[in-house]
């Protein structure tokens, strides 16, 4: 494949993407419950995850232990305060609230924070319907006391929302040959010399 192809290619992808985004944006939206969330906080409703915006980015992790969302919420935590400019967002797992925070603090994530427990909420609202806790984003529109559901997506390796993977494809390298950790490199208890 030459250099002219894989410009081609690259402009045919940005032009289908444009088109994805075209028609999400006239996906007509599905009202849904007010589900519960337990937070450090005490509980709270679906409605009250959005805050004083019209709209709320429900990013679904699947939780501390896996790696892989680890990898996207990390990307996340780097725009979350453009994208707290637009929309409200939260991150939801299935972790009780102080593993949430905790697991939070030492990522340095500065996330809202709520958890579904694995509930009606996952079973209901996953990402892809049927398939219950998967990691993704479900972006849901306030219309005066209810909530409607617009539109959701999965992540997985070489999605549109991890800019990683297509920085390593331009050295060959995709999930079947490397996979994120929580940490690459620990520092030494004691300095060495020199």
Known sequence: MSQQEIAELEREIFDLTARLNRLRKATPPKPVPDYRFAT???DVTLLD??????????I??????????TLWAD??????????SAVSVVLLSRDPPRLQRDFANSR???FRLASHGGG???????VME???????????ERSGDRVLRRNSVIFGPGDLYCPLWHLLALAGID?????????YWTPPAKPEEG
């Open 40 to 42: 450090l906080s005490g």
């Open 49 to 58: 995850l959005f805050t004083d915006r019209q709209h709320l980015l429900a």
């Open 60 to 69: 679904h992790n699947m939780g501390q232990e896996c790696r892989f969302c």
């Open 75 to 84: 990307g996340f935590n780097g725009v979350l305060a453009h994208l707290e």
């Open 108 to 110: 340095n994530w500065r």
């Open 120 to 126: 009606s909420y996952i079973r209901e609202q996953s």
């Open 130 to 140: 049927g398939e219950g806790n998967m990691p993704g984003a479900v972006l849901y």
């Open 175 to 183: 999930e079947d040959n490397w996979v994120p950790r929580f940490r």
